[in-house]
């Protein structure tokens, strides 16, 4: 009971912020982030110390490689995560933005303007960059934030959230238009998924264990930033150096991330020809394949595949393989195997690039280029707050524009209906 009585505390004085955040401007908002990007910096010996302490944890209780590489700030990091802050100040502010204006016959004025979602709670796992993108994010576009990350980056994450909160407090802010969770007890996301009444919608990032528990606890509307489940597939027309270059991109560059692609596909005609060379170069880097009988024709020494490698995010330097009959083979395996994520094609072939942009049901769908883009900072968004994989009512990176909703402002002139 105590823990839903603080709980529910903190998601009424969210929602009590979240409305005076519809009377501060966007020169204010601004100025609030470009301290916080220069708090960030000035401080980042104490986000690296208390990042350390996590990863001294993680070490300890034996987490992937590719897990402690997701955990892991460095002044590198710490210096992107400043500058998305400052890029979120050149981008317009959403809020107020009028979408569609019209006048009808009887004279009224009607606007469809742009409005904060209100009071939003984010539920994540393991990578602390994502809390200063989703306080920019939220604080940019006038919504309230409940933060919920996961006890294997707990330290890091208080130690951005206490800096950028210091922040807020010295513009005469209310502090509670960011709220962060700091119990690693499991009840906690089930009280939050039931304050309906307080929390406007939920975002979950993490695994499939986590959206799955939050999609179906959840009285308050979820959108999901499900598994990057990413493909490549190289058709018979590929630039064949260009296919190199961009698919150990896509896998090697970081393979822990959403983005990283975990299955490729070649086409039946140029498979002699491109895998024994690409597949030498990723085994170089350290990633295991697992390849289709075919592939392991034509290169032996690699392990099967089994059906499930293909449904399988690895998130780590593994990659399965598949040598597929046509353009159209491609595609179906694609949509029935994809988390409808982000998806890529390697050709010269202008007719098949539109038939894989017209057919592939994913968020993000590519042609000669490398999946790892589909970040909200790369499309020029200034961050992310999640990648979402639903059709509804966001699609793809989520920024600025995807944390509004919208409402109509009405003129008249003493109309009545009749």
Same mark, same amino acid.
């Given at each position: 009971?105590?823990?839903?009585?603080?709980?529910?505390?903190?998601?009424?004085?969210?929602?009590?912020?979240?409305?005076?955040?519809?009377?501060?401007?966007?020169?204010?908002? *601004?100025?609030?982030?470009?301290?916080?990007?220069?708090?960030?910096?000035?401080?980042?010996?104490?986000?690296?110390?208390?990042?350390?302490?996590?990863?001294?944890?993680?070490?300890?209780?034996?987490?992937?490689?590719?897990?402690?590489?997701?955990?892991?700030?460095?002044?590198?990091?710490?210096?992107?995560?400043?500058?998305?802050?400052?890029?979120?100040?050149?981008?317009?502010?959403?809020?107020?933005?009028?979408?569609?204006?019209?006048?009808?016959?009887?004279?009224?004025?009607?606007?469809?303007?742009?409005?904060?979602?209100?009071?939003?709670?984010?539920?994540?796992?393991?990578?602390?960059?994502?809390?200063?993108?989703?306080?920019?994010?939220?604080?940019?576009?006038?919504?309230?934030?409940?933060?919920?990350?996961?006890?294997?980056?707990?330290?890091?994450?208080?130690?951005?959230?206490?800096?950028?909160?210091?922040?807020?407090?010295?513009?005469?802010?209310?502090?509670?238009?960011?709220?962060?969770?700091?119990?690693?007890?499991?009840?906690?996301?089930?009280?939050?998924?039931?304050?309906?009444?307080?929390?406007?919608?939920?975002?979950?990032?993490?695994?499939?264990?986590?959206? *799955?528990?939050?999609?179906?606890?959840?009285?308050?509307?979820?959108?999901?930033?499900?598994?990057?489940?990413?493909?490549?597939?190289?058709?018979?027309?590929?630039?064949?150096?260009?296919?190199?270059?961009?698919?150990?991109?896509?896998?090697?560059?970081?393979?822990?991330?959403?983005?990283?692609?975990?299955?490729?596909?070649?086409?039946?005609?140029?498979?002699?020809?491109?895998?024994?060379?690409?597949?030498?170069?990723?085994?170089?880097?350290?990633?295991?394949?697992?390849?289709?009988?075919?592939?392991?024709?034509?290169?032996?020494?690699?392990?099967?595949?089994?059906?499930?490698?293909?449904?399988?995010?690895?998130?780590?330097?593994?990659?399965?393989?598949?040598?597929?009959?046509?353009?159209?083979?491609?595609?179906?395996?694609?949509?029935?195997?994809?988390?409808?994520?982000?998806?890529?094609?390697?050709?010269? *072939?202008?007719? *098949?690039?539109?038939?894989?942009?017209?057919?592939?049901?994913?968020?993000?769908?590519?042609?000669?280029?490398?999946?790892?883009?589909?970040?909200?900072?790369?499309?020029?968004?200034?961050?992310?707050?999640?990648?979402?994989?639903?059709?509804?009512?966001?699609?793809?990176?989520?920024?600025?524009?995807?944390?509004?909703?919208?409402?109509?402002?009405?003129?008249?002139?003493?109309?009545?209906?009749?």
């Amino acid at each position: 009971m105590e823990l839903k009585k603080k709980l529910t505390d903190i998601a009424k004085r969210a929602q009590a912020a979240s409305r005076f955040m519809l009377t501060v401007s966007a020169e204010t908002k *601004n100025e609030v982030l470009k301290a916080m990007a220069a708090a960030l910096l000035d401080r980042k010996a104490q986000v690296l110390g208390a990042n350390r302490q996590d990863i001294r944890k993680a070490r300890t209780k034996g987490l992937s490689a590719a897990f402690i590489d997701r955990l892991t700030l460095n002044e590198k990091r710490i210096k992107e995560m400043s500058g998305s802050l400052i890029e979120l100040t050149k981008l317009p502010d959403p809020v107020g933005e009028v979408i569609k204006a019209w006048r009808r016959p009887n004279g009224l004025w009607i606007h469809k303007v742009r409005t904060p979602i209100g009071v939003i709670a984010i539920i994540y796992e393991s990578r602390p960059n994502v809390t200063a993108d989703c306080i920019g994010l939220c604080f940019k576009s006038g919504n309230s934030l409940i933060l919920r990350g996961g006890s294997e980056a707990l330290n890091s994450n208080l130690s951005i959230y206490q800096i950028l909160k210091d922040i807020i407090k010295k513009y005469g802010i209310p502090e509670d238009v960011i709220s962060m969770v700091d119990t690693n007890n499991r009840q906690a996301v089930d009280i939050l998924l039931r304050l309906d009444n307080y929390i406007d919608l939920v975002m979950p990032r993490g695994g499939a264990g986590l959206i *799955n528990r939050v999609v179906s606890s959840s009285r308050i509307p979820v959108i999901k930033h499900y598994k990057g489940l990413c493909h490549i597939y190289v058709d018979e027309w590929a630039d064949l150096n260009m296919a190199v270059n961009i698919c150990y991109n896509a896998k090697v560059q970081r393979p822990g991330v959403c983005n990283a692609m975990e299955s490729l596909l070649v086409h039946k005609d140029i498979a002699v020809r491109f895998l024994p060379g690409m597949i030498k170069k990723f085994k170089q880097a350290g990633v295991e394949i697992r390849g289709c009988p075919i592939t392991q024709k034509i290169v032996s020494s690699i392990a099967k595949a089994r059906e499930k490698d293909y449904h399988t995010e690895y998130l780590d330097l593994i990659l399965s393989v598949k040598v597929v009959e046509d353009l159209a083979a491609a595609i179906r395996h694609i949509n029935y195997y994809g988390s409808h994520h982000s998806d890529s094609i390697i050709t010269d *072939n202008y007719e *098949n690039a539109l038939e894989f942009l017209k057919q592939i049901d994913s968020a993000c769908v590519y042609v000669n280029a490398s999946t790892r883009f589909t970040d909200g900072y790369q499309f020029g968004m200034g961050a992310e707050i999640g990648i979402s994989t639903d059709k509804l009512h966001a699609r793809g990176p989520m920024a600025l524009e995807e944390l509004t909703t919208y409402k109509y402002i009405v003129f008249g002139s003493g109309q009545i209906r009749k």
